[in-house]
């Protein structure tokens, strides 16, 4: 699934573009040694973690899209990371089970 067809269906906001950025599964977590433990390459993270660590365990598990429910900023730091490691950001009011719900077209993620 393309960023602009995740975006539509969280009814977000693209915070970082990435150019090719896709995901091929989904995996929804807040708890980042778990997605760090189950998350796998190509997914698209559901959280509300808005901060520069979020970047640091996708880049370990190859998660190419975060999603940041709840209409939480993206603060600079997290947006400058996510830019230069190539991971997309988009935002979403909807709550972490509403997108979710969304993206459940797409496979949950295995690690």
């Given at each position: ?6 975006c539509?269906?969280?009814?977000g906001t693209v915070?970082?573009?990435v ?14 040694s778990?997605?760090?433990?189950h ?5 698209a ?14 880049t ?43 993206l459940?077209?797409?496979?949950p993620?295995?690690?």
């Amino acid at each position: 699934m393309t960023l602009d067809e995740i975006c539509a269906k969280v009814g977000g906001t693209v915070a970082v573009p990435v150019e090719g950025a896709a995901a091929e599964s989904v995996y929804v977590g807040d708890l980042l040694s778990d997605v760090m433990g189950h998350a796998g390459d190509a997914c698209a993270l559901v959280t509300i973690q808005n901060h520069l660590n979020t970047i640091a365990v996708c880049t370990l598990v190859g998660c190419s899209v975060v999603v940041i429910c709840h209409a939480r900023p993206v603060p600079p730091d997290m947006a400058e990371g996510a830019a230069r490691e190539g991971v997309a950001i988009v935002t979403t009011p909807m709550s972490q089970y509403e997108a979710a719900l969304a993206l459940s077209s797409l496979p949950p993620s295995k690690h």
